[in-house]
Nanobody, 124 residues
Framework: VQLQASGGGLVQAGGSLILSCAVS????????MGWFRQTPGKEREFVAA???????SYADSVRGRFTISRDTAKNMVYLQMNSLKPEDAAVYYC???????????????????WGQGTLVTVSS
């Protein structure tokens, strides 16, 4: 299983970005997917996740601004990020658990496979 995250970049506060995660080696229809972020010296932080059945969940800090979605035909997962704030700046990772039919997990320990990360920088 391989995950490839992309779409990061530099954006002004209040702006938007769309992150993409391309998944190979499995069909995402059967698996939960999540987005996490990490800044230097801090632990990986939950951002959003979508269960295998399509139910999404969000961290309080991003709810209402970020939207996770998936395209099962393309085997892609997305994170639409609106109204970005300087505190959203981080390396963003997509991940997926090893087992099928998973829920939208909050803990990074529940995820087995990770993409390489994509850097989001937000200028104030």
């Amino acid at each position: 299983v391989q995950l490839q995250a992309s779409g990061g970049g530099l954006v002004q506060a209040g702006g938007s970005l769309i992150l993409s995660c391309a998944v190979s080696g499995r069909t995402i229809s059967w698996y939960a997917m999540g987005w996490f972020r990490q800044t230097p010296g801090k632990e990986r932080e939950f951002v959003a996740a979508i269960s295998w059945s399509g139910i999404s969940s969000y961290a309080d800090s991003v709810r209402g601004r970020f939207t996770i979605s998936r395209d099962t035909a393309k085997n892609m997962v997305y994170l639409q990020m609106n109204s970005l704030k300087p505190e959203d700046a981080a390396v963003y990772y997509c991940g997926t658990p090893s087992r099928r039919h998973g829920s939208a997990e909050y803990s990074p320990d529940k995820y087995t496979y990770w993409g390489q990360g994509t850097l989001v920088t937000v200028s104030s």
